[in-house]
């Protein structure tokens, strides 16, 4: 912001400056304020006040009478979709604002809200039994909605941004199986799908016997193995080129729906190799697909035409894992499982973290590493 000096121009021995503040308004277009003093220091304190000034007027016309948190998370929502977010990412906005944020604030100016509030409704979500990387969550989705609104200028400052997230004292473990954990319970899938086959002549349970192959033996996500069709196979190579995200709900009150769409991030499109047992496995399960007249380059290897749901793998899980006899561990420590052979294979660090679709080794050996030894 300039201050000029007028040459020439005193009143009682004081220089003469004028202060000018330049900005730009509410509708783009650029403005200013200027004003007129004596004394460099009086200058000073001008230009302090112009600058407050502007930046009380520009607020005043954006915010009109003061928008509510429910207007500003409507801005929000809509500037969001105009970055070009993932469904998926805006749902999960939409759902956690609607829910734990909006309920207490959702009718109040965003102007009155202060960090007493906001401690008092930390307090009460503390209250409900949540796990803490759940809080963790709601909270800094809330800090970003309010970021927003400064951003705006509907605020000058976030009244979140002087609370404390929610600290975790929760101890993680690795969760993973061991080359022989698995075979006990690949075992235990085999013999299900088997046995599904022979009394009842279905052979749709060794698409779930394929998924934790391809999990194990491979290491990809889950919405990754979704996405696989036959053509992502050649020459003892697996291509990644999509995922699908299951039950996305975009906006809160809209249906759940399924979206194919790219992997995770850039590092996530990827080709690797396959090792022999899952080239043997792939081989028997397309001759399988071929014997029903349903095999085609394009279709899904584990679903043909339908993908498999996310609370049918869940089950699966959870029974072979009772007819092997073993711990349960999540579909994604599949994953954690797969890396935990590498290491213990001695397979350079590099390799895994590009294998995994991850954008640096340093991510690998944070997530993966430290819990796979």
Not at 39 to 59: Q, W
Not at 107 to 117: F, K, N, S
Not at 173 to 184: G, H, L, R, S
Not at 239 to 259: C, E, F, W
């Amino acid at each position: 912001m300039p201050i000029y000096k007028i040459d020439g121009k005193k009143r009682n021995g004081q220089q003469q400056y004028n202060v000018r503040q330049n900005y730009v308004d509410e509708h783009g277009k650029p403005r200013s304020l200027t004003r007129v003093t004596h004394g460099f220091g009086a200058a000073k304190i001008m230009e302090a006040k112009l600058k407050d000034e502007v930046k009380n007027t520009v607020r005043k016309k954006l915010s009109g009478s003061g928008k509510t948190l429910n207007e500003v998370f409507n801005n929000f929502m809509r500037a969001k979709e105009g970055e070009g977010l993932k469904p998926t990412t805006l749902g999960n906005y939409d759902i956690i604002i609607n829910t734990h944020i909006l309920p207490t604030f959702g009718a109040t100016t965003v102007d009155d809200i202060d960090p007493e509030m906001v401690t008092n409704w930390k307090i009460g979500l503390n209250d409900i039994g949540l796990l803490t990387s759940s809080k963790q969550t709601i909270f800094s989705d809330f800090v970003m909605l309010m970021n927003y609104a400064v951003d705006m200028n509907y605020i000058d400052k976030n009244p979140t941004k002087s609370i404390k997230q929610f600290k975790d004292n929760e101890k993680k473990e690795m969760e993973y199986y061991t080359k022989e954990e698995f075979i006990a319970f690949i075992d235990a899938a085999k013999n299900w799908a088997t046995e599904n086959q022979n009394k009842h002549g279905l052979l749709s349970e060794w698409d779930y016997y394929v998924f934790f192959c391809i999990a194990f033996y491979t290491g990809l996500r889950k919405s990754e193995i979704h996405a696989l069709t036959w053509n992502a196979i050649r020459n003892r190579t697996l291509t990644v080129k999509k995922s699908v995200t299951q039950d996305v709900i975009a906006r809160k009150g809209t249906p759940k729906k399924d979206i194919l769409g790219p992997p995770k991030s850039k590092s996530a499109y990827r080709t690797i190799t396959i090792p022999v047992v899952l080239e043997k496995i792939l081989d028997e399960h397309k001759e399988r697909q071929i014997s029903l007249g349903v095999y085609k380059e394009t279709n899904l290897i584990c679903g043909v035409d339908k993908w498999l749901r996310n609370i049918t793998i869940f089950r699966r899980n959870r029974k072979f894992a009772e007819l092997a006899g073993l711990k349960v561990i999540r579909v994604h420590d599949f994953r954690h499982s797969h890396v935990s052979v590498l290491i213990n294979a001695d397979v350079n660090i590099k390799e895994i973290s590009r294998r995994v679709g991850h954008s640096n080794v340093q991510m690998t050996w944070n997530v993966y590493c430290k819990g796979a030894n």
